[in-house]
T-cell receptor
């Protein structure tokens, strides 16, 4: 497709379960970002990939959060042993060039994660 | 942590009126961007202004940047009901590896 695609759109999990969220960026985009957005707040940065290299993971809140982009295209954000405070919308964004934080980013519609 | 703050938090206007939103940030920047988010959707890029620019226009949008005051404003002229959304400013971290967003302004335009 022409835009950033995220799946699933909605995910409900019980506390303690592991979840995996997928992001298909725009084809050929070098930079890929993950953000977490709590209700009524702005997105908060989680991690950044330049192609397959994870160059910045300073925003990941704990070691339960793990992201990968093994072939430099599709990315997966995994959350292990989920907790209620992980409930949020997880947004993926991509941009055409490196140093994507300095360029317009294209966002997917996000995955709304609810932890029961 | 959030880089900046948008002001006001919420704004309600009538169609045809102008809407002005302000953003303040804390650290030096390479550029500042504005995004729109409709309910339940992802963010859409509106405009990017570089640190050496003072004003930029795009259609009905006008953005200003004052780096000495670490502030920016977004003006939407002749607003429409379709402009109803949340608006966020965002600045890059110095490494260019992340966008740092404010908390947003929720704009409601009634017909």
């Amino acid at each position: 497709g022409a835009g950033v695609s995220q799946s699933p759109r909605y995910k409900v999990a019980k506390r303690g379960q592991d979840v995996a969220l997928r992001c298909d960026p725009i084809s050929g985009h070098v930079s890929l970002f993950w953000y977490q957005q709590a209700l009524g707040q702005g997105p908060e940065f989680l991690t950044y990939f330049q192609n397959e290299a994870q160059l910045d993971k300073s925003g990941l809140p704990s070691d339960r959060f793990f992201a990968e982009r093994p072939e430099g295209s599709v990315s997966t954000l995994k959350i292990q042993r989920t907790q209620q405070e992980d409930s949020a919308v997880y947004l993926c964004a991509s941009s055409a060039q490196d140093r994507g934080g300095t360029q317009p980013q294209h966002f997917g519609d996000g995955t709304r994660l609810s932890i029961l | 942590s959030q880089q900046g703050e948008e002001d006001p938090q919420a704004l309600s206007i009538q169609e045809g009126e102008n809407a002005t939103m302000n953003c303040s940030y804390k650290t030096s920047i390479n550029n500042l961007q504005w995004y729109r988010q409709n309910s339940g959707r992802g963010l859409v890029h509106l405009i990017l202004i570089r640190s050496n620019e003072r004003e930029k226009h795009s259609g009905r949008l006008r953005v200003t940047l004052d780096t000495s005051k670490k502030s920016s404003s977004l003006l939407i002229t002749a607003s429409r009901a379709a402009d109803t959304a949340s608006y966020f400013c965002a600045t890059d971290n110095q490494a260019g590896t992340a966008l740092i967003f404010g908390k947003g302004t929720t704009l409601s335009v009634s017909s």
